[in-house]
């Protein structure tokens, strides 16, 4: 504070006021900072720690406005577009979340398998199967030993009535996770169905 008295106000000085107000869980004061600073000049990272504030607070709406104004702010950043995304997924906006996983895709340097899987979970909740397949798919040469994620394809692949290809990943995640009961009793199920 004795700094930013001192020299002339910066983004960067109101922020780290901000996060320190923050961890001093001194939410109210931190807020007004950060709104301070955004009626002076809007940014991006000022409306990402209001979000910080509004997710410590459990306020749902605030979150979403927040984190949506820092993805127009830094339309290239894939972490807002991704916590778009996981609030709107939250608030059962799923078309729009859907959108923002895409946006979080687009604009990572390395998509990671994570990014595909979100995006992919949102599609399974929407029954747009193929799409949630097609993302798995996409997820897997990143994390190829991954049993789940084996899994999930596996389950992608029935509800889209490939069931080879089921049985097939089913298998995959069996040699991974041996031991695993659930992929054991599915993988059997789908051993025993004779195939065209």
Partial sequence: ERVRRTFPQSAGTDILLARSLLDLEQYHKARQAL???????????????????????????????????ATVLEPDSSQYHLLFSQVLTR??????????????????????????????????????????????KSALPLQPQNAALHARIAEAYLMVGELPQATYHYKKALQIEPNNQTYKVKYEAL??????
């Fill in 35 to 69: 709104e301070a600073l955004n009626q002076k000049e809007p940014h991006a990272a000022a409306c990402y720690w209001l979000f910080r504030i509004a997710q410590k607070e459990n306020d749902w709406d605030r979150m979403e406005l927040s984190i949506q104004k």
């Fill in 91 to 136: 608030v059962k906006k799923l078309d729009r979340a859907e959108k923002e996983a895409g946006l979080a895709i687009k604009h990572a340097a390395n998509p990671s398998a994570s990014l595909f899987n979100h995006r992919a979970s949102i599609r399974w909740t929407k029954k747009d199967h193929q799409g949630a397949l097609q993302d798995w």
């Fill in 191 to 196: 051993k025993t169905i004779q195939f065209p």
